[in-house]
């Protein structure tokens, strides 16, 4: 598990899937389909190519040279004045006030070198690190305590994901999900014997306060929810069951390969590598390449900042769904080495604006991202980038004022 050559690979790619899989049908005869109708709440009425969502035009990028232990990234999370950053070699903290990185390693204490989930309890202000074959730490107080399992009720050591949920920790392993109760001490362990999992590769793990529910990405599985109150599970499955493509489109979920799935303003969004999906508890809408503009199917994972807009990890570039309503995308890309990059707008698969970036996302393979307030944090393969959202703006505006800038040649 130390070898870090092969951690890059198997992070993203467990079972070696390619990410030129064969893109999924979303016609019942395989065939591609036209131009797709609007689904339930989405409408292009009265909406003109001037009606733009809001575009993040000043990036800047951090990596090694910056300060950052290692380029590799894994994971982010925004706490406060503080930016903790998981990667394949070392914990990062920036803090946005000194503009300064702090970094942890093995040397300094963390128990695992590959840090591949981050998660900020509340209620203490502990970092929870879910470790790629070291289990699970705890870093409270300058120190880090560590969970494995040889000392603990942790289910496997190669945990992807981890989210505190009350006074509970959450862990996505390759066997399974283990809970632990830091009042109680306590540990669960949910596999197949005790969870609907028709697989046991837990890939991810979010929790919803205001749905008070835990969602489990899980490969193979689809996706699966759990009321905290009631602790009753609930399971989304292609209902097609159709591994290679999905027959009927919104149908429901696209596919049982799950990669991540976050809960935000009543709506459940999903990402797969063959696409993502959203549901408002009544309604399904799948979110292809090729129908949208999104940069690729193959998506490492998600993060929501409301019902109406998502933003999509691919392996191809920055994706985002920027205004449901309006059936409005944005993908980002850098220009190879080159440190400028250019940000497409969609509406209906439709490029509707490009816009010239001197300055994009560091590169195009992205495995985690968040949201701290108007701005965003996106990890990549080669460093960490921030988007400063000076001026962001939910939905879809006229003439707005990054748009100025950008005419003005001063993006």
């Given at each position: 598990m130390r070898c870090t050559a092969l951690i890059w690979v198997v992070m993203v790619c467990p079972f070696w899937i390619s990410s030129t899989a064969a893109e999924p049908a979303t016609t019942k005869n395989g065939a591609d389909a036209q131009k797709p109708k609007l689904a339930f709440g989405q409408s292009v009425d009265n909406v003109t190519d001037d009606d733009l969502p809001y575009v993040y035009t000043e990036w800047e990028n951090f990596t090694e040279e910056n300060g950052l232990p290692n380029d590799h990234i894994f994971a982010v999370r925004c706490a406060g004045e503080k930016v903790w950053v998981g990667t394949e070699d070392g914990l990062a903290c920036y803090d946005k006030k000194t503009g300064r990185f702090t970094v942890w390693k093995e040397k300094d204490g963390l128990p695992w070198r590959a840090v591949t989930g981050i998660d900020v309890d509340p209620q203490t202000g502990d970092v929870w690190l879910a470790l790629f074959g070291?289990?699970?730490?705890?870093f409270s107080g300058g120190r880090f305590d560590h969970f494995h399992q040889l000392n603990s009720g942790l289910v496997n050591n190669v945990v992807y994901g981890i989210a505190v949920e009350h006074d509970n920790v959450w862990c996505a392993t390759t066997a399974g999900a283990s809970r632990y109760n830091t009042t109680t001490k306590e540990w669960t362990i949910f596999t197949e014997k005790n969870a609907p999992m028709e697989e046991i590769w837990n890939y991810n793990v979010s929790y919803s306060p205001e749905a008070n529910k835990v969602f489990l990405a899980v490969w193979g599985s689809g996706c699966l929810e759990f009321d905290v109150p009631t602790e009753r599970w609930k399971v989304y499955l292609d209902p097609d069951r159709e591994m290679e493509i999905d027959l009927f489109r919104d149908d429901g979920i696209i596919h049982v390969i799950t990669t991540a799935a976050n809960y935000v303003g009543g709506a459940l969004w999903v990402s797969t590598y063959f696409g993502q999906c959203r549901y408002d508890g009544r309604y399904w809408r799948g979110f292809y390449a090729h129908e949208t503009g999104l940069p690729s199917d193959f998506t490492n994972a998600l993060r929501a900042r409301s019902a109406q807009e998502c933003w999509m990890c691919t392996d191809k570039g920055l994706g985002v769904v920027a205004d449901y309503a309006t059936?409005?995308?944005?993908?980002?890309?850098?220009n190879g080495d080159n440190p400028g990059g250019r940000a497409e707008v969609f509406r209906q698969g439709r490029k509707i604006r490009e816009v010239p970036l001197k300055t994009s996302i560091a590169h195009n393979f992205i495995i985690a991202m968040d949201f701290d307030g108007e701005d965003v944090w996106v990890g990549t393969a080669k460093g960490l980038s921030h988007g400063i959202g000076?001026?962001?703006?939910?939905?879809?505006k006229q003439h707005p004022e990054w748009l100025n800038k950008v005419n003005a040649g001063s993006n």
């Open positions: 070291g289990g699970v730490a705890r059936d409005t995308y944005v993908a980002y890309y850098r000076r001026g962001y703006y939910p939905g879809v």
